[in-house]
């Protein structure tokens, strides 16, 4: 999966041009249908978000979309919101954009109602629906007296705070309290939203779905159907999902554990496992050993640096030096592991992607006026939770150590593996690396 290559696309429909990246080359088709706030772009520069969708990657050929008036998609004029029948449109002209004729949905948070109306209306376009923190009306009803009235829910707008630091905040403590204090989650989620979408948008989708109610289709969507959510997700979403699971036939309520209300935060991966079991037949299986592409980063002279600019400023270039290389490791499919302060470990399912990543990085940081080494080495790995360890990590470690200001160092088993990648390399020598067995040949990346 290679980001570079699964560029964004628009479909039109009329007059309105609607972004959607197709990403992944699995035996199914899922269109994911995210809540409001989305960006085809941005999804993947959140770490816990980017990690979440390439395990939907893995088992799948992933359709992304962005909503007409959100994201990439061409926006609104303010204060309007396109009826759900207008957006059902839109899913069939993206689907048959990106050459899929049915597709496994996964639709969270206000976009179940789409997702939800879509399965009902084309069952022969939806081979099945997952729903989480899904609800068929945001009021209360006769039948849904836990829900909120109309009072509570015009207390939900926070407009004048869409895209600050403020929103994001209190969009954690409700619905990602794991995220809290996460200072890049919290950039990245600040930004993810005021490049989503507007005040305005905002403001009328909310309107919109406070007169929305499909609690009448609930019966005549046949196709399979999962109803997810967390055991202690705030809210009554509990008796929201049991009443979905009682309505839609045959439906399947499946609980997790956590407390998160954004699905990419906390255990994401037992949301993926019951995803991928459910759609494909079979769930993921877990390896403690595989054999990755290592990539470790520093910043060449960081003490030296500090001691000419004062540590005010170096605080700011280590915050650009963080995003800028934390983008670039969701552009090319790197998944972060740990930093060390002025470093980064990361991991990638193919080395030439990992090369290409180190010399963007070394391009992006020189217009920072940093300097950084990067090592690149191929390996079997042990994973210990979101850690990794083994021999391969400590390889990388040492060659990191003999790279010299603005190199790509790699071994030579991640030369071997990238022949017609379009990489040249120069003989940097046989070394012996400390505390690991044997006798290594180098090679220095040329540059571009």
């Known amino acids: 999966m290679d980001l570079a290559d699964s560029d964004v696309q628009y479909a039109w429909n009329g007059p309105v041009a609607l972004a959607y990246r197709v990403i992944g080359s699995g035996p199914i088709d899922l269109l994911y249908l995210p809540g409001f706030t989305s960006n085809v772009v941005m999804d993947w520069e959140g770490p816990a978000q980017a990690r979440f969708l390439r395990r939907l990657c893995s088992f799948s050929r992933l359709i992304m979309m962005d909503r007409r008036g959100w994201g990439c998609s061409d926006r609104l004029s303010i204060g309007t919101f396109p009826p759900l029948e207008t957006l059902m449109e839109d899913v069939s002209v993206v689907m048959e954009a990106a050459g899929s004729h049915r597709a496994a949905i996964w639709a969270s948070g206000d976009n179940g109602l789409l997702g939800m109306l879509f399965a009902a209306s084309h069952p022969d376009r939806a081979i099945a629906l997952a729903l989480y923190e899904a609800a068929?009306?945001?009021?209360?009803?006769?039948?849904?007296?836990?829900?909120?009235?109309?009072?509570?829910?015009?207390?939900?707008?926070?407009?004048?705070t869409w895209g600050t630091r403020e929103f994001c905040r209190r969009?954690?403590?409700?619905?990602?309290?794991?995220?809290?204090?996460?200072?890049?989650?919290?950039?990245w989620y600040t930004?993810?939203?005021?490049?989503?979408?507007?005040?305005?948008?905002?403001?009328?989708?909310?309107?919109?779905?406070?007169?929305?109610?499909?609690r009448d289709i609930l019966?005549?969507?046949?196709?399979?159907?999962?109803?997810?959510?967390?055991?202690?997700?705030?809210?009554?979403?509990r008796q929201t999902a049991q009443y979905l699971a009682d309505h839609i036939e045959h439906a399947r309520f499946v609980e997790l554990p956590g407390e998160d209300l954004m699905h990419w935060l906390g255990d994401a991966d037992s949301i993926v496992d019951e995803l991928e079991e459910f759609f494909t037949g079979a769930r993921h299986a877990s390896h403690d050993r595989v054999l990755t592409t290592l990539l470790i980063s520093d910043i060449v002279s960081s003490t030296e640096r500090i001691s000419v600019v004062?540590?005010?400023?170096?605080?700011?270039?280590?915050?650009e030096h963080?995003?800028?290389?934390?983008?670039?490791?969701?552009?090319?499919?790197?998944?972060?592991?740990?930093?060390?302060?002025?470093?980064?470990?990361?991991?990638?399912?193919?080395?030439?992607?990992?090369?290409?990543?180190?010399?963007?990085?070394?391009?992006?940081?020189?217009?920072?006026g940093l300097r950084i080494r990067v090592s690149c080495h191929t390996g079997e790995i042990e994973r210990s939770g979101s850690r990794v360890?083994?021999?391969?990590?400590h390889a990388a470690a040492r060659v990191l150590a003999l790279a010299e200001a603005g190199e790509v160092l790699v071994t030579s088993t991640v030369k071997d593996l990238v022949a017609g990648a379009g990489l040249i390399f120069e003989d940097r020598g046989t070394h012996r690396l400390k505390g690991v067995p044997d006798s290594w040949q180098l090679f220095r990346v040329a540059d571009r």
């Open 219 to 237: 019966p005549s969507i046949h196709v399979p159907t999962m109803i997810l959510r967390r055991k202690d997700s705030p809210g009554e979403a």
């Open 310 to 319: 004062g540590d005010r400023r170096w605080a700011e270039l280590l915050e």
């Open 191 to 214: 930004r993810w939203v005021r490049l989503s979408g507007t005040p305005g948008s905002y403001r009328a989708a909310l309107e919109y779905y406070k007169d929305t109610d499909v």
């Open 136 to 160: 068929p009306s945001v009021l209360r009803r006769d039948d849904m007296p836990w829900l909120m009235t109309e009072v509570e829910y015009s207390q939900l707008e926070d407009a004048a």
């Open 171 to 187: 969009a954690f403590a409700f619905a990602g309290p794991s995220a809290i204090g996460d200072r890049v989650e919290e950039e």
């Open 322 to 368: 963080n995003r800028v290389v934390r983008t670039l490791l969701a552009r090319f499919g790197g998944q972060e592991v740990d930093t060390t302060g002025d470093g980064f470990l990361a991991t990638f399912d193919g080395p030439a992607r990992a090369v290409k990543c180190g010399q963007e990085m070394h391009a992006a940081m020189s217009s920072l």
């Open 389 to 393: 360890r083994g021999m391969a990590v």
